[in-house]
Structures are given as C-alpha cells and as structure tokens.
C-alpha cells in the first residue's frame, strides 16, 4: 500500500440528530492512530480538520437536515482530500457522521475511471429526501455519490456521478428502507447482509468482494462505519443495529484487504464518544485501521 497517508479529520455531527459524534476524529486521535501507524513504517501527515460551519438552528431545506452546512463541509473536504491524492498520498479520513463520504468520494473520484467502492456497513445509505424516513443525510452518501438527490449535494466536485452502482460492494448491512431495497434491486448493487456473512461467512465475503471488484475498477475506496459492528463490541455510535459483525471478523476482513492490496483510499466513520465506554470505540477503530495498514499478529 502506499507508504504516505495524509490524516484528515471531520468533526461532522450535522448528518444525522444524535449530538456526539463530531469527536470522533479526536477520538481516534486519542486512541493513538497516528502513532500506531507510524510504528508500521507509515509517513504521516496530520491535515488536521476540516471547519465545520455550525447553523445558528437546526435547520430543514426541501426535506434535507441541515442542507446547506453539510453541503458547504463536504465541499470542503472533497477539495482537500483531491489536493492530497493529487500529492500521490492515500488520504485516510476521519469522522463524523457518514454524510462525509460524499465529500470523500468526490475529492477521490477525479483521479479514477472507474472507481470501486466498499461501503462497510450496517445502512445501506442510498436514500434520498423522497425515500428518507428522516431526513438525515448521513442516510444519503452513497445515493449522493451515485448521482442520486439533491443537485447540492451530487454535484460537490463539479461533477457526477462519482461511482458507478456495478463497482460497490455493501457488507454487513442489516437495516434498509423500502425505498433503499428498491433502488438496490433496480440498479443490481452487489450487497452481502448480515444473512451472507452468517451464511458463507467473511473469508468468503472479503474473497468474493476482492474478486468481484479488483479487474473492473482502478482503484478502491473502503468507507467504514463503526455501527457495522455488533453494538456490543461498539457501543459508541449512533445508530446501533443489534446482530451485526464481530470485532474478529472486522479484523480479518480488513486484514485481508491489506493481504490484496487493493484499497487506494478509506474513511472511518461514525465514532460518538459521548455514547461510548472508555473511548472502547475510537480505540476499535484505530484497531482496525491498523489492520487494514498491514498489522499482523505475527
């Protein structure tokens, strides 16, 4: 993998209604990410966060909380992290809320042809303002990116879609809206449930994935929400969804991304310290980062 990983935080909360969540990035600072990934001979550079403009109220455009702030934030970091793949590194981002993976994929997706991704998950995220049953955009990112919803927020980059629905791959959802299920069926997005992993289990999962994407995209982003874990094992996030996957099999899934050497860019996301215990989480997550960046037992 690349050996040079610029860091970029978003302390985002404005995605979704649960208060917290901005201190994820701080979190997993905190649990020692960027000193564990330098022991694995990584370069860092620490972009610090993105600014986060805060409305005066809780505000509601065209059904979409807090519409315009979260536009503005994502335009923000699709900027940065497409001046950092630019640089040649491979941008790791922090969050937030989910709803920054649009910007995430807009600042990466200029760089590729076909780029894949693997939205790692208990949520699907392919809602828009007519499906949503909440209005949270941290249930819009990869509808967004797809091309799909409000013109504000496909369009963050100058340009859309930002990935095609044959190049992602959804593992460990467990929780879909009506109008989500629809979408998938329509456009054929490979997704593996709770259901499959249970099934066939994750070596299966990850093998078939790897497979599936490796010779149809030029590169791979991996977009990690914590609440894909079993709320037992990650109890800091916001929207925890009982039976999800194990902390084991997280780290054997992320450990055989790092084996392929697929993955060009990733976020992690949803980490919420005020709901957590002990930080258990952030240091989850740094757990897991280090797996994706080559850390073995052995």
């Not at 620490?46 to 934030?73: F, H, M, Q, Y």
């Not at 209005?135 to 504000?152: E, V, Y």
């Amino acid at each position: 993998m690349n050996r040079h990983i610029s860091v970029i935080g978003v302390p985002m909360d404005l995605g979704q209604s649960r208060r917290g969540v901005d201190m994820g990035p701080s979190a997993m600072r905190y649990a020692g990410l960027i000193q564990r990934l330098e022991s694995l001979g990584y370069e860092i550079e620490d972009c610090g966060d993105v600014t986060i403009g805060r409305p005066e109220k809780s505000s509601s455009i065209k059904g979409l909380k807090n519409l315009k702030a979260v536009s503005e934030a994502n335009q923000q970091l699709a900027q940065i992290v497409e001046g950092e793949v630019n640089k040649g590194r491979f941008p790791l981002v922090l969050g937030g809320d989910h709803s920054i993976a649009i910007g995430t994929l807009a600042g990466v997706s200029k760089s590729y042809q076909n780029l894949g991704v693997i939205w790692y998950d208990a949520h699907v995220d392919l809602n828009t303002a007519e499906t949503s049953p909440s209005g949270n955009i941290h249930g819009m990112p990869l509808a967004a990116s797809m091309g799909l919803g409000d013109s504000s927020l496909i369009n963050i980059g100058g340009y859309a879609p930002k990935v095609k629905p044959e190049n992602i791959v959804i593992i460990g959802a467990r929780s879909i809206d009506e109008g989500e299920r629809e979408l998938i069926k329509r456009t054929n997005i490979k997704v593996y449930t709770m259901h499959e992993i249970d099934k066939i289990g994750m070596t299966a999962v990850i093998k078939e994935t790897v497979d599936y994407l490796k010779d149809r995209t030029d590169g791979i982003h991996l977009s990690f929400d914590l609440d894909s874990l079993d709320p037992s094992e990650a109890p800091g996030v916001g929207t925890p969804v009982i039976g999800g996957v194990t902390y084991r099999e997280s780290h054997l899934a992320l450990e055989m991304f790092a084996q392929a050497n697929v993955i060009t860019s990733a976020e992690f996301v949803e980490v919420n310290p005020i709901l957590d215990d002990k930080n258990k989480t952030g240091t989850l997550a740094v757990d897991l980062t280090a797996s994706l960046f080559g850390e073995k037992l052995l």
